[in-house]
């Protein structure tokens, strides 16, 4: 028997009422659990933001340092490109074989999904932190943590774009008697490539942003200044730093969206 409306959206109503209560129990807990105090954290809120506003002020003393925060700040952007384009090579091939609607076998299918699932599900700080240890600071190190990550995020996603948007077209061309390698270079990469071009910008962007943070624990480009910055109390040109990478990642973001139009 099928409900009514009313009791539908009534049973519903409920369903939700009880998953927003435990979570508020969850963060009630948490709370007590870790002596965490909400009004004092609430107070200190606009008292740090104020704080930011008066001592990460750039000032005109702070405009020397802009040379030299540029060229890092580029270094930082084409490794942020590079890792993500070795990553996107990589990755294709790799999805190919792991997606179900082009791969080889189930067992292959089964390891490729493991391989991504390992790699996307180790945060970026270990990466970095792990690599440290093997190769030292250096612009390598951030260029490989940000390449193994961005490997496990793009294997995934275009595994799923291949069988979202090619299945279709791979049993067609294969009833056809067209060979695999035929199928796949002439019409599954062709038909996926304006959807795998913008997961690739996404990536980019977002590497731009986490680039930032594996310099300061690698020791290199744009991170690396701020961090110098910030520990000798030179607030203005940490501000100077921030405000530069807030420029070029919203430049950057501008590009891909316009980039996007033109091939979706």
Do not use: C
């Amino acid at each position: 028997m099928m409900q009514s409306p009313t009791k539908y959206l009534a049973h519903k109503g409920w369903h939700q009422t009880a998953v927003i209560a435990i979570i508020g129990g969850i963060y009630v807990f948490g709370s007590w659990a870790l002596d965490f105090n909400n009004l004092n954290g609430l107070i200190a809120v606009p008292k740090a933001f104020a704080w930011l506003g008066i001592n990460f002020k750039p000032t005109a003393n702070s405009m020397t340092y802009l040379p030299r925060i540029w060229q890092k700040l580029i270094q930082t952007v084409l490794l942020a490109i590079s890792s993500t384009v070795v990553a996107a090579f990589v990755a294709i091939f790799v999805a190919l074989l792991g997606s179900k609607v082009t791969g080889v076998n189930a067992f292959v299918q089964t390891i490729v999904r493991g391989i991504a699932s390992f790699f996307r599900n180790i945060p970026l700080v270990a990466w970095s932190m792990i690599l440290l240890f093997a190769f030292k600071q250096s612009d390598f190190t951030g260029f490989l943590a940000l390449l193994l990550m961005s490997v496990g995020y793009l294997i995934r996603a275009f595994m799923e774009i291949i069988e979202d948007e090619a299945s279709e077209t791979m049993l067609a061309l294969k009833a056809t008697g067209a060979s695999y390698f035929q199928v796949i270079f002439q019409a599954v990469l062709p038909q996926i490539l304006p959807s795998i071009l913008s997961w690739i910008l996404y990536m980019i962007e977002n590497n731009v942003r986490d680039a930032t943070l594996v310099g300061i624990l690698t020791g290199t480009g744009i991170g690396f200044i701020f961090d110098i910055y910030y520990k000798s109390f030179r607030f203005d040109a940490a501000g100077m730093t921030v405000l530069a990478i807030i420029i070029v990642v919203i430049a950057l973001e501008t590009i891909s969206n316009q980039i996007r139009r033109v091939i979706l």
